[in-house]
């Protein structure tokens, strides 16, 4: 065995030994500690409405400008441009607003240490009010605890 072989052996032997003393034993849970548990005190969901760059709003305008001006002619044409232009430019602004929403479900949470903490998920969370929860991965996921 070489040098270099017998190097890497004995790296890998002592990063595997380093992680089974630092990890939880297999069937072992985390415990409890007054920052990382405590009640759920509300879950909601939320929709933000997204906001406009006003690129939706000119491009609307100019689509709304375009089919007004092919209704009537004289000053009937141009009061249909105008219509036109400003009913597009709403459009347009709404239709990119709602295009740019977001949408999340937010848990408020009072720990152990009378902290009220509040966290964000992209998908429900298994929690619901007035459950008594652990928080793992600094918050990323909630676990049910028996009271």
């Not at 939880?24 to 415990?31: R, S």
């Not at 709003?57 to 400003?86: E, F, P």
């Amino acid at each position: 065995m070489s040098v270099s072989t017998r190097r890497f052996a004995v790296t890998v032997a002592i990063a595997l030994a380093s992680v089974a003393i630092h990890a939880p034993a297999v069937g072992q849970t985390p415990k409890c500690t007054s920052s990382t548990c405590g009640v759920v005190q509300n879950v909601q969901y939320v929709e933000q409405k997204g906001s406009g760059s006003g690129v939706g709003m000119v491009a609307g305008g100019v689509v709304g400008g375009v089919l007004g001006h092919q209704i009537g002619s004289g000053r009937g044409n141009t009061a249909a441009t105008i219509i036109g232009a400003g009913a597009g430019a709403y459009a347009g602004n709404e239709i990119e607003k709602n295009r740019n929403k977001k949408s999340y479900w937010s848990v408020s949470i009072r720990m152990d240490n009378g902290q009220n903490r509040t966290f964000t998920y992209s998908s429900q969370p298994a929690a619901h009010q007035g459950e008594r929860v652990m928080l793992i991965d600094g918050g990323r996921r909630l676990a049910l605890v028996a009271s």
